[in-house]
Nanobody, 122 residues
């Protein structure tokens, strides 16, 4: 099974920046699209960004476009989420996910990490 591990979460002031990282613990020949989702306490999981491993296509939710950037390093089997101009409403647990194609739908992803907490204070 594919296992994903997120890192890089923490506490930052509004207007600050963080970079989240996600990697697979098992090397395979599969070529997965990757996504980032987030979930605040008591709320539904929300799409943030997605990227394909080949072709460089990306998609973002409107609330983060222009502030967040998703990127990848295929040699390291890593995907990143660079977050800038952070707002208190960005506070959530952020999850990395892997699936067969680029999609904003969580149901299209097959593998999930355990999440990393991001807290933005005013």
């Amino acid at each position: 099974q594919v296992q994903l591990v997120e890192s890089g979460g923490g506490l930052v002031q509004a207007g600050g920046s963080l970079r989240l990282s996600c990697t697979s613990s098992v090397r395979t020949f599969a070529n997965f699209a990757m996504g980032w989702f987030r979930q605040a306490p008591g709320k539904e999981r929300e799409f943030v960004a997605t990227i394909s491993w080949s072709g460089g296509s990306t998609d973002y939710t409107d609330s983060v476009e222009g502030r967040f950037t998703i990127s990848r390093d295929n040699a390291k089997r890593m995907v990143y989420l660079q977050m800038s101009s952070l707002k208190p409403e960005d506070t959530a647990v952020y999850y990395c996910a892997a699936g067969p194609f680029v999609s904003p739908r969580d149901q299209d992803y097959d593998y999930w990490g355990q999440g990393t907490q991001v807290t933005v204070s005013s």
